[in-house]
């Protein structure tokens, strides 16, 4: 289809978002990417205070998976995640709120990038030094729902991974990707159909 990995902020054709994922794989599949809205520079700050130097390079990383109900430590503090009314919440064990996106702000990219999802899946080889795929199933979502995707991230069936590593001011930031398993990605959407 000649659609390449991308951080479009629109479903990538004609409504329809695809993914796809190596068949056997245990990766779980980025729903979408987006930087916390408040405050100004969040991952930065994230980096700063709890990056994990490397000694031999220099660089920190702040390169972890949170979620609702996994406590992740880093130095004396643990982090997880949390949602209320209006945001979805990074917060440390002391209640302090890391950083934050706010529902309407996430509800909004979602419904432009996820209300219709393609999932295909491909085995794969080597043919000289260069990997082919071969797709073998598709599977249609439609129906994304944010009070479904509310529920999942409650139940921490959905995480969210930062991927940022630098020095100060000059951190270089993967985006930060909120997350799903194959298994609970049928339950963020109202019908599912097998395509092939």
């Given at each position: 289809m000649g659609i390449t990995e991308n951080n479009s902020k629109m479903a990538d054709l004609n409504g329809i978002e695809y993914?796809?994922?190596r068949r056997g794989s245990s990766a779980h599949v980025t729903l979408l990417t987006r930087n916390p809205t408040t405050p100004d520079r969040a991952v930065h700050?994230?980096?700063?205070?709890?990056?994990?130097l490397d000694a031999k390079t220099d660089i920190k990383r702040f390169n972890?998976?949170?979620?609702v109900g996994r406590h992740t430590q880093?130095?004396?503090?643990?982090?997880?995640?949390q949602a209320t009314k209006s945001a979805v919440q990074i917060?440390?064990?002391?209640?302090?709120?890391?950083?934050e996106?706010?529902?309407?702000f996430l509800e909004e990219a979602m419904k432009c990038k996820l209300s219709t999802l393609a999932l295909t899946e491909a085995s794969t080889r080597i043919v000289s030094g260069v990997e082919e795929y071969r797709y073998e199933t598709c599977c249609m979502y439609d129906?994304?729902?944010m009070d479904r995707f509310i529920a999942l991230l409650n139940t921490g069936a959905i995480s969210i991974h930062f991927r940022v590593k630098g020095r100060l001011n000059a951190a270089r930031n993967r985006g930060t990707a909120f997350k799903i398993s194959k298994v609970n990605l049928r339950n963020l959407y109202a019908d599912v159909s097998v395509v092939f």
């Open positions: 993914k796809s994922k700050v994230l980096l700063e205070e709890y990056g994990r972890t998976n949170l979620a880093f130095g004396v503090h643990h982090l997880t995640v917060v440390r064990d002391d209640g302090a709120v890391q950083c996106w706010e529902l309407a129906g994304f729902s």
